[in-house]
């Protein structure tokens, strides 16, 4: 099993959120809200490991395992 990182872990975190608030500029936010969910299940799929992407969901919600 793999456990889920919740450390700082991003290489340039900063240089990140700033593509990404670029990639949401003049967005709707329909359009923000997809383009979300397309990251998430982009990264979901990159990640393939249904226990860590279950940590994650857990983590993200701020529910107890």
Do not use: C, Q, W
């Amino acid at each position: 099993m793999t456990n889920l990182i919740l450390s700082p872990n991003l290489e340039n975190a900063d240089g990140f959120y700033a593509d990404l608030v670029a990639a949401h500029d003049g967005l709707v936010k329909a359009d923000s809200d997809a383009l979300n969910a397309r990251l998430v299940l982009v990264l979901a799929n990159h990640i393939g490991n249904a226990s860590v992407l279950s940590s994650a969901l857990k983590a993200a919600t701020l529910k107890d395992t």
